[in-house]
């Protein structure tokens, strides 16, 4: 979207059309469009606001309902945060007693508009005119938060009144590709982090992908999950972390949030032993954390081999952070072996876990060639070093 767009958009008629869509639908959008057109509207209007039609839809995803009155550009919603892990950020800068929070890369303003709505003072800015624009737009409806087309890292934070910043650094290429340095991160990551030095109450949005390494030695490092997708690990500091550094777990699910943080009592190398009567799965955040052991001493269990994420334990316990199955057949891994297995307990529908094995799950779905009337759910990992096949059930 480019300038003029904008502006059209933002005109009573633009805004009045936007408004009047009916729900997205790419199968009706041709013949939409040319209505349209043939009703006297602008081309370029038109299109700009089904392109707008299509965003908001799709960022229904990660604002519900909140996405018909928002606008959106293509890249700003690919990074944008979700609004129920918005929420959570908001909380932490409340709990810290953050009074006016500067987003120093506010994208389109999905985490503006979450700190704003729980009553802190937001200074937004981005350094594209665009982008800085539609964060306007999005947070019309709050006073307490100003948006300016500027670069963040220029701001003098003292003379601002700022107690504590936020910034989500671009990770993608102009072309769309991900970043993986973060020296080429947008603005570059050791750039942000030298503002705690002006402000402690510091917090980071990064991608999940960060290696543990390279999280700095005084903060809190939490990975987070929604609904079992793990979307980002969250960098905070100073006031923002109030149990210290560290490594935690944010899991969110289904309404629910749990986190899961290292102890003292955790053995950070848990046990390895044979399969027991469960297996955990753990959340793809705790793994990301490095809190596998974490959920092997809460369950008072052990891996199944040193290198994967599976834990077994001999009774089950009921976790918000790991999903428990009841093992019911371990067999070693071989082909006409699992099949003839299968078949003789008549199983025709099969899902396929996997860690540790290089087997594709859709290749072994067809060469199973199943064709009974039951369900089974089946694991494929190592277990003391050797392929096997755990059947399991969830609890």
Same mark, same amino acid.
Request: hydrophobic share 45%; charged share 20%.
């Given at each position: 979207m480019d300038a003029q767009g904008l502006a059209q958009l933002l005109s009573p008629t633009g805004w009045a059309l936007l408004s009047a869509l009916p729900p997205y639908d790419e199968a009706r959008?041709?013949?939409?469009?040319?209505?349209?057109?043939?009703?006297?509207? %602008?081309?370029?209007?038109?299109? &700009?606001a089904l392109t707008q039609s299509r965003l908001r839809a799709k960022g229904h995803a990660k604002f519900g309902d909140f996405a018909d009155g928002m606008l959106f550009t293509p890249a700003g919603l690919e990074q944008a945060t979700r609004l129920t892990v918005a929420a959570q950020h908001a909380r932490r800068y409340l709990s810290a007693g953050s009074t006016h929070v500067a987003d120093l890369t506010c994208g389109i303003g999905a985490d503006s508009m979450t700190f704003a709505g729980v009553g802190?003072?937001?200074?937004?800015?981005?350094?594209d005119e665009i982008t800085a624009s539609v964060a306007t737009v999005n947070l019309r409806h709050f006073p307490e938060a100003e948006v300016r087309h500027a670069d963040g890292l220029d701001l003098d934070l003292a003379a601002e009144g700022v107690d504590a910043v936020y910034?989500?650094?671009?990770?993608?290429?102009?072309?769309?590709?991900?970043?993986?340095?973060?020296?080429?991160?947008?603005?570059? !990551?050791? &750039?942000?982090?030298?503002?705690?030095?002006?402000?402690?109450?510091?917090?980071?949005? /990064?991608?999940?992908?960060?290696?543990? =390494?390279?999280?700095? =030695? %005084?903060?809190?490092?939490?990975?987070?999950?929604? %609904?079992?997708?793990?979307?980002?690990?969250? !960098?905070?500091?100073?006031? /923002? =972390?109030?149990?210290?550094?560290?490594?935690?777990? !944010?899991?969110?699910?289904?309404g629910t949030s749990h986190v899961l943080r290292s102890t003292p009592e955790d053995d950070p190398h848990p046990p390895v032993g044979p399969v027991g009567a469960y297996l955990y799965e753990p959340d793809g955040a705790v793994i990301r954390a490095g809190l596998v052991g974490t959920v092997a001493h809460e369950v008072h269990g052990r891996l199944l081999d040193p290198t994967i994420a599976y834990v077994t334990s001999d009774t089950l316990h009921d976790l918000p952070t790991a999903t428990a199955y009841r093992v019911l057949d371990t067999l070693p891994f071989g082909l006409k072996r699992l099949r003839t297995y299968l078949r003789g307990r008549d199983v025709g529908r099969i899902t396929i876990k996997k860690r540790g094995t290089a087997v594709v799950p859709e290749q072994l779905r067809s060469q199973l060639d199943l064709r009974g009337t039951t369900e089974a759910t089946i694991v494929l990992t190592r277990v003391g070093g050797t392929q096997q096949v755990l059947v399991v059930e969830s609890v």
């Open positions: 959008t041709m013949a939409l469009s040319e209505r349209l057109r043939h009703e006297g509207l %602008d081309p370029a209007l038109v299109a &700009a802190l003072r937001v200074l937004a800015t981005d350094v910034a989500d650094p671009a990770r993608r290429t102009s072309s769309g590709s991900r970043v993986f340095d973060p020296a080429a991160y947008s603005p570059p !990551l050791d &750039a942000v982090l030298a503002v705690r030095a002006q402000v402690p109450a510091l917090g980071l949005k /990064l991608g999940p992908g960060i290696p543990r =390494a390279a999280v700095p =030695a %005084d903060a809190e490092a939490q990975w987070v999950s929604v %609904d079992g997708d793990v979307v980002e690990v969250g !960098l905070w500091f100073g006031p /923002l =972390a109030p149990d210290g550094p560290g490594r935690s777990a !944010l899991v969110l699910h289904h």
